[in-house]
């Protein structure tokens, strides 16, 4: 196994075993992913509030590093929309967009987040993204989809809007003044939407962002559509970044924080959920996650010196790089030479290319962003995931984008918590004929028996659900019409119990014995039966059984016995 040498450089690995097809599958998977980035890169710099060079730049030496550090062969890293918009609603608070204040402080998160993400990586914490659940997620990126269109209505439909904090307050400023639409900006956008549209039906492997931010460029220069009204980019500087330290104080740190935090929360799900996916279906390499964090954190700590916005990882570019055929992370590095081919060459060009392109490659990347689809799916599955998705989505659009995503970890922490505190618990009947137990309310054939409750407790048992299991185990006794005089407890599912489940048990045990009831356990593991011998509650070895079916046996054998040891007395005296 690849851990030892190279665990932190996977590069080398790729390198030893890199075999000569794959240079030509990595060439068109960098080149298609690169001729994709070139265009986005601009437009979420814009969404992030910082000139549209600093997209490129981001495109840069972050995917070098990333691309020597990283264990998914497939993911693209990059400026994204979500991750630019929580930057542009983090910093424009604290000073104006596009200002040096702002460039400086935008540079400056990105070098904390990823501080925090290789500190999370090198501790292997990386697990704690999986407390943020799935409608959770869709909900905040649901509602961040809305954000980022009402943000780019201006320059696509040429309005003079005043930007808000507030979602509805943005919402309601675009009603007001949805009758001085310029016509010439709205043509430029939505034929810019059309063409990407058919080069994409057309064909997956067509960039036609890249084109219609070409075609529409020298339609704006030969054509002076400034002179028509419509907004154009300027002056972009031409050359690679200048190698700079970031500004990094305690009263810097201070005001980002919170900033910090949601960018590297979202980062890391949207991040890691998108290896996952892509390591599930080509099962061609292993992730692992915390190598991961590594790199995407190693990627912005060496992308902040070079002037870069905070990057993460792409859904739409990882697609495209994995349905190109990019087998390993040489992709990237292509995607990156053709990014300092345009920093070095094209930037130029970009003087006249008209910010209503920029604004309709944002919106087409953000239109499958609401997830509609898990709304309806949660309907029919799952009520309780649908709220939980729909207070997300509302909170976002209501308290706003930081608030949104750390509202998200909030309730999917409480989620975890309250689940964990009630879980499925179970009184179990034997199925007929069978040495199986299950359900009755769900196996008609399932039978209870006489003078058992056999109770099934599906979690841990800890100081959170403690009292509901005596609760839950008490209601089915006193709701039961059989004369109970055993408790079978199942512990097949319980994989640990703290001090406050032994001392429980150990009161129940009394509890029990007053309503002359004895308690037997059935199924415990290991770890769980050292537990209970150290805390005295294995004392009597015949209490505790390997299955159920053991169990119900011992039990009704022994009560034969006691049966005919009662018997017996009277009919020695009758004879």
């Known amino acids: 196994m690849r851990k030892s040498r190279t665990r932190y450089l996977p590069f080398v690995d790729t390198i030893r075993t890199y075999q000569r097809p794959h240079l030509k599958n990595d060439l068109l998977a960098g080149l298609t992913v690169g001729t994709i980035l070139i265009p986005q890169g601009l437009a979420y710099a814009s969404l992030a509030g910082v000139p549209p060079i ?58 904390l987040v990823g501080i925090v993400q290789i500190i999370i990586g090198i501790c292997r914490f ?60 709205l043509a430029i956008t939505v034929l810019s939407i059309g063409l990407v549209l058919t080069a994409k039906k057309i064909s997956t492997k067509i960039p036609g962002a890249l084109i219609a931010l070409v075609l529409a460029t020298a339609v704006s220069y030969f054509f002076n559509l400034e002179s028509y009204g419509i907004e154009i980019i300027r002056e972009v500087p031409a050359g690679l970044p200048t ?15 919170t900033t910090v935090l949601a960018v590297t ?11 996952k996916a892509l390591e599930s279906k080509h099962k061609d390499h292993n992730l692992d996650p915390d190598q991961e964090l ?44 053709l990014v300092l081919v345009a920093l070095l060459f094209l930037t130029t060009t970009f003087y006249h290319l008209p910010k209503a392109v920029l604004a ?24 309780r995931d649908l709220a939980l998705m729909l207070a997300t989505f509302i909170l976002t659009i209501i308290l706003g984008i930081e608030a949104g995503v750390m509202s998200g970890v909030a309730l999917s922490i409480m989620l975890v918590l309250y689940k964990s505190s009630r879980p499925y618990v179970v009184e179990l009947g034997q199925v007929e004929g069978t040495e199986y137990f299950k359900d009755p309310k ?84 290991g770890p769980v039966r050292d537990r209970l011998y150290v805390s005295g509650l294995l004392n009597e070895i015949d209490k505790h059984h390997v299955s159920l079916t053991d169990a119900v046996l011992w039990i009704q054998k022994n009560e034969l016995q006691h049966s005919d040891n009662s018997i017996n007395p009277l009919q020695t005296n009758i004879s």
């Not at 998914?72 to 424009?92: E, R």
């Not at 929360?265 to 290896?275: P, Q, T």
């Not at 390993?328 to 292509?334: K, N």
Request: charge should be negative.
């Open 294 to 337: 590594l790199a995407l954190g190693l990627a912005k700590v060496g992308g902040a010196f070079f002037q870069a916005i905070p990057t993460s990882g792409s859904f739409s570019r990882s697609a495209i790089n994995s349905n190109t055929g990019g087998k390993t992370t040489v992709s990237s590095l292509v995607s990156a030479l």
């Open 360 to 383: 309709a490659i944002i919106l087409l990347a953000v239109l499958s962003l609401f997830d509609y689809k898990e709304a309806l799916y949660l309907w029919k599955t799952n009520k």
């Open 54 to 111: 600093y997209g490129l730049y981001a495109g840069l030496v972050p995917l070098i590093i990333y691309a020597l550090y990283a264990s998914s062969t497939k993911l693209s890293v990059g400026p994204v929309a979500v991750s630019a918009l929580l930057v542009y609603s983090g910093v424009s608070k604290l000073a104006t967009p596009g200002s040096e204040q702002y460039i400086s402080l935008v540079i400056t998160l990105g070098l």
């Open 126 to 185: 990386g697990f704690l993204a999986n407390f943020l659940s799935h409608p959770v997620i869709s909900g905040f990126t649901s509602a961040a989809a809305i954000i980022i269109v009402l943000s780019q209505l201006k320059d696509a439909l040429g309005l003079e809007l005043e930007q808000y904090e507030s979602t509805l307050a943005n919402f309601w400023g675009f009603l007001k003044n949805i009758g001085d639409i310029h016509l010439p900006t």
């Open 442 to 525: 769900r196996f008609a054939s399932a039978k209870l028996i006489k003078q058992i409750t056999i109770f099934r407790f599906d979690h841990q048992l800890y100081f959170g659900n403690a009292a509901f299991f005596k609760e839950q185990l008490y209601n089915i006794l006193e709701g039961s019409e059989r004369e109970i005089e055993y408790v079978l407890l199942d512990a097949s599912h319980i994989n640990d119990i703290d001090s406050t489940g032994m001392h429980m048990l150990k009161d129940l045990v009394k509890d029990l014995e007053l309503r002359s009831i004895e308690l037997h356990i059935s199924g415990a593991s």
């Open 243 to 257: 190698p700079s330290i970031p500004r990094l104080d305690w009263e810097t740190v201070k005001i980002l924080m």
């Open 265 to 275: 929360i979202i980062g890391i799900v949207e991040s890691i959920g998108i290896a």
